[in-house]
């Protein structure tokens, strides 16, 4: 396995990565009709965007990406951060690709600088991220609008 920078080059194979865990895992936690509004956001226009204002992060096995994640500053803020678009591949999941990520993201210069950090979370990866010492903003464990879960991390800096 070999975690790299995003390349504008990688945005389909993103894009079909994370369609396919909103399909396969992500709709074990939500009705597929959700799912399929978060397909629409999720295509290769979306993930150039997105990786045009965070550090956008990859994750391949012989040559196929089967992970992804991101960071990027929390509204515009140069002391909060953001992870966004975390994703592996159903199969690889539980094999320490989502560790990976989250080890890389927790190393680059937007986490760093950062004293708080926040994940908005879906159902499906809430646990995961508790693993990593975020817990539920301002203590509240509830869903919000999006059907999120909004996480927060603070660090000393």
Same mark, same amino acid.
């Given at each position: 396995?070999? $975690?790299?920078?995003?390349?504008?080059?990688?945005?389909?194979? *993103?894009?079909? @990565?994370? #369609?396919?865990?909103?399909?396969?895992?992500?709709?074990?936690?939500?009705?597929?009709?959700?799912?399929?509004?978060? *397909?629409? #956001?999720?295509?290769?226009?979306? #993930?150039?965007?997105?990786?045009?204002?965070?550090?956008?992060?990859?994750?391949?096995?012989?040559?196929? $990406?089967?992970?992804?994640?991101?960071?990027?500053?929390?509204?515009?803020?140069?002391?909060?951060?953001? @992870?966004?678009? #975390?994703? *592996? @591949?159903?199969?690889?999941?539980?094999?320490?690709?989502?560790?990976?990520?989250?080890?890389?993201?927790?190393?680059?210069?937007?986490?760093?600088?950062?004293?708080? $950090?926040?994940?908005?979370?879906? $159902?499906?990866?809430?646990?995961?991220? &508790?693993?990593?010492?975020?817990?539920?903003?301002?203590?509240?464990?509830?869903?919000?609008?999006?059907?999120?879960? &909004?996480?927060?991390?603070? &660090?000393?800096?």
């Amino acid at each position: 396995m070999n $975690i790299r920078r995003f390349e504008t080059a990688d945005a389909e194979a *993103v894009s079909a @990565l994370v #369609i396919k865990t909103i399909r396969i895992s992500n709709v074990k936690d939500y009705p597929a009709e959700s799912m399929e509004e978060w *397909v629409k #956001i999720m295509q290769p226009q979306n #993930i150039l965007e997105r990786a045009s204002w965070t550090h956008f992060y990859v994750v391949e096995d012989n040559d196929t $990406i089967i992970g992804c994640g991101a960071i990027g500053p929390y509204w515009g803020k140069e002391d909060e951060s953001s @992870l966004f678009t #975390i994703f *592996v @591949l159903p199969e690889y999941q539980g094999k320490g690709v989502g560790r990976l990520i989250m080890e890389t993201l927790e190393n680059d210069e937007y986490f760093l600088r950062a004293k708080r $950090i926040e994940i908005p979370s879906s $159902i499906t990866g809430c646990q995961f991220y &508790r693993k990593f010492g975020y817990d539920y903003k301002n203590g509240i464990a509830e869903l919000d609008e999006e059907r999120l879960y &909004r996480l927060e991390k603070f &660090r000393e800096i």
